[in-house]
């Protein structure tokens, strides 16, 4: 769930590895302009009011039993958004980035 205040900057860890991050940014995203780095660890995201510039790296895969979670840490940086651009944003990724379950 999105909180109702979005900062301009944090980090959170993502179940996910970089390719399943960089395969969900268009649907999370899609009404902006994605440019991804050439290493393919930051992705700079173009939104007509501003933009979302968001950068990870692995962390070790966390281990539940036979079962192995990749994860990432990954870092959102907001310029040039309010807080309610901020909000709409960041729950629209939320939104696009989470996995079926249940």
């Known amino acids: 769930?999105?909180?109702d205040f979005v900062p301009e900057q944090f980090e959170r860890v993502m179940g996910c590895t970089a390719a399943d991050l960089l395969s969900w940014l268009p649907g999370a995203l899609p009404a902006a302009s994605?440019?991804?780095?050439a290493d393919g660890s930051?992705?700079?995201?173009?939104l007509i009011e501003g933009s979302l510039q968001i950068s990870w790296f692995p962390l070790p895969a966390t281990r539940?039993?036979?079962l192995m979670i990749p994860r990432l840490k990954v870092r959102f940086?907001?310029?040039?958004l309010s807080r309610?651009?901020?909000?709409?944003v960041q729950k629209r990724f939320d939104l696009?980035?989470?996995r079926g379950g249940g």
Do not use: F, N, S, W
């Open 84 to 88: 309610e651009q901020r909000h709409a």
């Open 34 to 37: 994605l440019i991804v780095d």
């Open 42 to 46: 930051t992705c700079t995201a173009k």
């Open 64 to 66: 539940l039993g036979r």
């Open 77 to 80: 940086e907001y310029a040039e």
């Open 96 to 98: 696009g980035t989470q």
């Open 1 to 3: 769930m999105t909180p």
